[in-house]
């Protein structure tokens, strides 16, 4: 397991369901990473390319974007953290929103993938975030407390552990919550008890080359879970520079 401690920012591509062999090699040819020991870049692909992903790593991590609740047995189709782990993966976003929408993952479901990831030496990426509607009724606070509460297992500490404030309506969306909003949120998310004091907590949600670095540069925020901005080779070059 690598230390997270010992970064004070994160910058994690997530892919989602983009790229190919071809895509891969262009983007990993072209991509400038500047030796910063504090700086953490990570690249989340589809599963099927982690292998080759990890096998040209050079001064960045790699995440998978999702793992089983189960660690081995009659699961047909399922992707383990016991077999992420023997494969080199650092990272593995758990919880994203579009897996909460489309793949029922609830909070009890995502619980189990982190404890499970932890065990397995591999630092969980937990995104929260609320609903446009939950927003307009004034209940941002109330619902992001209530997920991190039920979804951080007990083995979890801020070395080993990483939260991604993305509140739905941002996501691939252009639209973004104000710099006071996004940093009040993540001052909030540390709040919530002591446990969370020191975790690092990143923005994700429309995510681009214009409003990366005033969000990035607010007190709160340790850095950014990209999306479509992190297909683009130039953007993502500029984002992390
Ligand atoms: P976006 O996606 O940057 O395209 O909004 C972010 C995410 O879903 O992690």
């Known amino acids: 397991m690598i230390n997270l401690t010992k970064f004070s920012s994160f910058f994690i591509a997530n892919w989602k369901l983009n790229g190919d062999f071809k895509f891969i090699d262009s983007f990993l040819k072209q991509l400038k990473i500047t030796k910063n020991n504090k700086k953490c870049i990570v690249i989340a692909p589809n599963s099927i390319y982690l292998n080759y992903i990890i096998s040209r790593k050079k001064n960045f991590f790699v995440s998978s974007q999702n793992t089983s609740i189960f660690e081995n047995g009659a699961y047909t189709g ?3 953290s016991t077999s992420l782990n023997d494969l080199g993966v650092d990272f593995c976003i758990i919880g994203h929103s579009e897996r909460r929408q489309y793949f029922n993952e609830d909070d009890e479901t995502i619980k ?23 927003r307009k009724n ?9 997920q991190i509460r039920k ?11 990483i939260l991604a404030y993305e509140p739905l309506w941002a996501i691939g969306s252009g639209l973004t919550p104000s710099l006071d909003e996004i940093d009040k949120t993540h001052e909030n998310i540390r ?4 446990k969370f004091n020191n975790y690092a907590v990143l923005y994700g949600g429309s995510l681009n080359v214009k409003n990366y670095q005033e969000i990035v540069d607010l007190p709160n925020v340790n850095g950014g879970l990209i999306g479509g901005a992190s297909l683009k080779i130039n953007d993502f070059n500029q984002i992390i520079a």
Do not use: H
């Open 78 to 80: 399922e992707i383990s």
């Open 112 to 134: 189990i993938k982190a404890k499970s990831l932890i065990n397995n030496n591999i630092a969980p990426v937990i995104c929260i975030g609320e609903t446009i509607e939950e």
């Open 138 to 146: 004034g209940k941002t606070e109330e619902k992001i407390e209530n």
């Open 151 to 161: 979804c951080i297992p007990d083995n979890s500490n801020n070395g080993n552990t």
């Open 191 to 194: 709040n919530i008890s002591v």
